[in-house]
T-cell receptor, first 113, second 112 residues
């Protein structure tokens, strides 16, 4: 497909477990972004990749959150020792260059029991 | 501290009428503004944008107005259609950066 894809679409996990969320950006897009939308909140910026490097990790809520990007393409957001407050929809977006419009994936709904 | 605010969580409009969605921002460094539309279970999709050098941008039924002195922007949809029913997010960014700051969204319901 031509759009941003994310997997899984839904993830239910138990408190304390680790989870990995995957994002496949639009082919050729060099910039990739992760956002989180908690219930009743706007989209909260988490991290930005330019190529494989992450010049801005300032939005990551805690050191339990990490992300990587390999080959300038796929990105994985990892949450260790999940907590109930991590429950949210995690959205990935990509853009062709850093200040172009961002195209969003459908998101992964994470529920931590 | 919410730098981008959408104070109306929801709005209902009759089909054919005008929908006006509002957004306020606090950071004077913002100079690029966007509106995204989001349907349930889908990611946000880009709708329309405006640079701070303009006060109006129009695209079909959608017009965005920017009032820099009031730090206010609005999205007008006319005529509204039932398919416009969605959550609308306002976003703002300082120029040349990737960092979009989003509002909390306004749920628009267009009644047939």
């Amino acid at each position: 497909g031509a759009g941003v894809s994310q997997s899984p679409s839904n993830k239910v996990t138990e408190k304390g477990k680790d989870v990995e969320l995957r994002c496949d950006p639009i082919s050729g897009h060099t910039a990739l972004y992760w956002y989180r939308q908690s219930l009743g909140q706007g989209l909260e910026f988490l991290i930005y990749f330019q190529g494989n490097s992450a010049p801005d990790k300032s939005g990551l809520p805690s050191d339990r959150f990490s992300a990587e990007r390999t080959g300038g393409s796929v990105s994985t957001l990892t949450i260790q020792r999940t907590q109930q407050e991590d429950s949210a929809v995690y959205l990935c977006a990509s853009s062709s260059v850093v200040d172009n419009e961002q195209f969003f994936g459908p998101g992964t709904r994470l529920t931590v029991l | 501290d919410q730098q981008v605010k959408q104070n109306s969580p929801s709005l209902s409009v009759q089909e054919g009428r005008i929908s006006i969605l509002n957004c306020d921002y606090t950071n004077s460094m913002f100079d690029y503004f966007l509106w995204y539309k989001k349907y349930p279970a889908e990611g946000p999709t880009f709708l329309i944008s405006i640079s701070s050098i303009k006060d109006k941008n129009e695209d079909g039924r959608f017009t965005v107005f920017l009032n820099k002195s009031a730090k206010h922007l609005s999205l007008h949809i006319v005529p509204s259609q039932p398919g416009d029913s969605a959550v609308y997010f306002c976003a703002a960014s300082p120029s040349g950066t990737y960092k979009y700051i989003f509002g909390t969204g306004t749920r628009l319901k267009v009644l047939a």
